[in-house]
């Protein structure tokens, strides 16, 4: 199972929106809406930031949104502070054999 | 409040074995899935296994399958990885993560993280 697509970066001046995208197959993010979002900081854990397709754990700001189309998912953090900036990784199920399979990982930048 | 603390990384050679631990506390353990999820130096995550909230379902990515072995004791709050055959690229800090409530796939919970260096 190949990871899920990721552009290597993203970039934003403060209070701009950044959009991620996460592309995979029909065997995946195509065909369940188990596509979740971590945010990860140099040196910390993951944390999650979106889980199936676009709904938000309690705590995560609502400037950050999940959609998805087709074998594509994306990520949108708008409103850009300087605490966004870390690396972003995208996950979907991928059925019963595969289970989980994640994204290759997205370092937004705020500029 | 949701705690997961692994323990048991440390530098092995290729070939040899290690046991990986997972304490948790602030939940009821017994409910969820858990699973290991692990990042090589500089890389992305990669997911290495699950289990079932009861151990009935237990699941391995195809590079860890037949080497690595995830257990679980709801008694004891713990989740385990008993990793054989080890070899180089399995370098990787190894986290414990909490699936969420189910069904569902995602991970709302995450240990710091315990490093495994396999090297001659």
């Known amino acids: 199972q190949s990871a899920l697509t990721q552009p290597p970066s993203a970039s934003g001046s403060p209070g701009q929106s950044v959009t991620i995208s996460c592309t995979g197959t029909?065997?995946?993010?195509?065909?369940?809406?188990?596509v979740s979002w971590y945010q990860q900081h140099p040196g910390k854990a993951p944390k999650l930031m979106i889980y199936e397709v676009s709904k938000r754990p309690s705590g995560v700001p609502d400037r950050f949104s999940g959609s998805k189309s087709g074998n594509t998912a994306s990520l949108t953090v708008s409103g850009l502070q300087a605490e966004d900036e870390a690396d972003y990784y995208c996950s979907s199920y991928a059925g019963s054999n595969t289970h989980y399979v994640f994204g290759t990982g997205t370092k937004v930048t705020v500029l | 409040e949701v705690q997961l603390v692994e323990s048991g990384g440390g530098l092995v050679k290729p070939g040899g074995s290690l046991r990986l631990s997972c304490a948790a506390s602030?939940?009821?353990?017994?409910?969820?899935?858990m699973n290991w999820v692990r990042q090589a130096p500089g890389k992305g995550l990669e997911w290495v296994s699950s289990i079932s909230s009861s151990s009935s379902y237990i699941y391995y990515a195809d590079s860890v399958k037949g080497r690595f072995t995830i257990s679980r004791d709801n008694a004891k709050n713990s989740l385990y990885l008993q990793m054989n055959s080890l070899r180089a690229e399995d370098t990787a800090v190894y986290y414990c993560?909490?699936?969420?409530?189910?069904?569902?796939?995602?991970?709302?919970?995450w240990g710091q993280g315990t490093l495994v260096t396999v090297s001659s």
């Open positions: 029909s065997s995946d993010v195509g065909g369940y809406n188990y």
């Open positions: 602030g939940f009821t353990f017994s409910s969820y899935s």
């Open positions: 993560a909490r699936e969420g409530r189910g069904p569902t796939y995602y991970f709302d919970y």
